[in-house]
C-alpha cells in the first residue's frame, strides 16, 4: 500500500497560491496579449520588404470582440509572405508571431514561477 497524508496547512497554503495566482494571470493577461500584438507589428514592419511603404504602413494591430489581433492588410500581403510561382517568398510576419508568442509563453511561465 502507498499512502500520503498532507496537512491542512499545506492546503491553506497552496489554496492562496492558486487564488493569487488566478488574479495576476487574469489581471495580467490581457495586457501580456497587447504587448505581444504590438512587438509582432513592429517586427514585421521592421522586416517587411519596402518598394513603396505601403505594407509596412498596412501592418497594424488592435483589440476587438474576439481578442487581439495583428494583421498586414495590404491584398498582396500573403503573395510577399509565401511567395508565388513567379515570385520568391519574402517573409516577414509569421516568424516574428512566432517568436513573439514563444516569448509570450515565457512570460506567463515566469509568472507561474514566480507565484508559486
Known amino acids: ?10 492546503i491553506k497554503d497552496l489554496e492562496k497560491k492558486i ?4 488574479l495576476e494571470l487574469v489581471d495580467n493577461i490581457d495586457k501580456q496579449f497587447g504587448i505581444t500584438a504590438s512587438m509582432i507589428s ?3 514592419k ?15 494591430f488592435g483589440k476587438d470582440s474576439k481578442g487581439v489581433f495583428v494583421q498586414a492588410s ?3 500581403a500573403p503573395f510577399q509572405e509565401f511567395g508565388t510561382s513567379r515570385m520568391k517568398a519574402q517573409p516577414f510576419f509569421y516568424a ?3 517568436l513573439e508568442i514563444k516569448l509570450l509563453l515565457q512570460r506567463i511561465k515566469n509568472k507561474i514561477k514566480s507565484i508559486i
Open 74 to 76: 495590404a491584398d498582396y
Open 42 to 44: 513592429v517586427r514585421a
Open 19 to 22: 487564488n493569487k495566482l488566478d
Open 46 to 60: 521592421k522586416d517587411a520588404p519596402v518598394d513603396t511603404g505601403f505594407l509596412k504602413s498596412s501592418i497594424n
Open 96 to 98: 516574428n508571431a512566432k
Open 1 to 10: 500500500m502507498i499512502s500520503y497524508k498532507v496537512n491542512k496547512k499545506d
